[in-house]
Antibody, heavy 119, light 112 residues
Framework: QVQLLESGPGLVKPSQTLSLTCSVS??????????WSWIRQPAGKGLEWIGRVYATGSTDYNPSLKSRVTISVDTSKNQFSLKLTSVTAADTAVYFCARQAATAAFDIWGQGTVVTVSS | QSVLTQPPSVSGAPGQRVTISCTGS?????????VHWYQHLPGRVPKLLIY???NRPSGVPDRFSGSKSGTSASLAISGLQAEDEATYYCQSYDTSLSAFWVFGGGTKLTVL
């Protein structure tokens, strides 16, 4: 059974770069039909899709975040990563990694990790 | 403000049936894109409840059902149970300038 686990700093200073990694276990990230996404949820608010990566490295991003986001994949480590630059307090949220199946639904989610942007 | 509109809250007594609406537009649901539904319990991981408008993943009780018509979709929960109290989100694909995949704002279900 595929499982996802986020890791990374829980506190980031304003204007710096937020970096998170999602480790995939129980299956290969290099599957034919799955995309690997990052989704976030600010406190008290709804879910926001950040972007996704395919095993080949191909990416898609939320247009509202595109200028600040980079998502990459490391198939040798069965991991994918998120970098969000020039963060502000508005980027404080729970960050989830998730698998997007061929149906386009997010069928497997990580536990989520809280990232706070504060000096 | 999400491009998919959900009521902020709904409620129902145990055993009753409730529905949660998800209203979109011609750039998402109305364009024929599938709608998916998630259940999110506080402090837990969002769980896929319905995919492809009306399909249940293995393990999801048949009390949960989804439908789609025109520019809207609905999630119905019958035989309401206390454990169903959660926030429910719809999700679809949007071709406007906002984003590729979008979520509704979420609906908090309270079991009275």
């Amino acid at each position: 059974q595929v499982q996802l686990l986020e890791s990374g700093p829980g506190l980031v200073k304003p204007s710096q770069t937020l970096s998170l990694t999602c480790s995939v276990s129980g299956g290969s990230i290099n599957t034919g039909s799955s995309f690997w996404s990052w989704i976030r949820q600010p406190a008290g608010k709804g879910l926001e899709w950040i972007g996704r990566v395919y095993a080949t490295g191909s990416t898609d991003y939320n247009p509202s975040l595109k200028s600040r986001v980079t998502i990459s994949v490391d198939t040798s480590k069965n991991q994918f990563s998120l970098k969000l630059t020039s963060v502000t307090a508005a980027d404080t949220a729970v960050y989830f990694c998730a698998r997007q199946a061929a149906t386009a639904a997010f069928d497997i989610w990580g536990q989520g990790t809280v990232v706070t942007v504060s000096s | 403000q999400s491009v998919l509109t959900q009521p902020p809250s709904v409620s129902g007594a145990p055993g009753q049936r409730v529905t949660i609406s998800c209203t979109g537009s011609s750039s998402n649901i109305g364009a024929g894109y599938d709608v998916h539904w998630y259940q999110h319990l506080p402090g837990r991981v969002p769980k896929l409840l319905i995919y492809g408008n009306d399909n249940r993943p293995s393990g999801v009780p048949d009390r949960f059902s989804g439908s789609k018509s025109g520019t809207s979709a609905s999630l119905a929960i019958s035989g309401l149970q206390a454990e169903d109290e959660a926030t429910y989100y719809c999700q679809s694909y949007d071709t406007s300038l906002s984003a590729f995949w979008v979520f509704g704002g979420g609906t908090k279900l309270t079991v009275l």
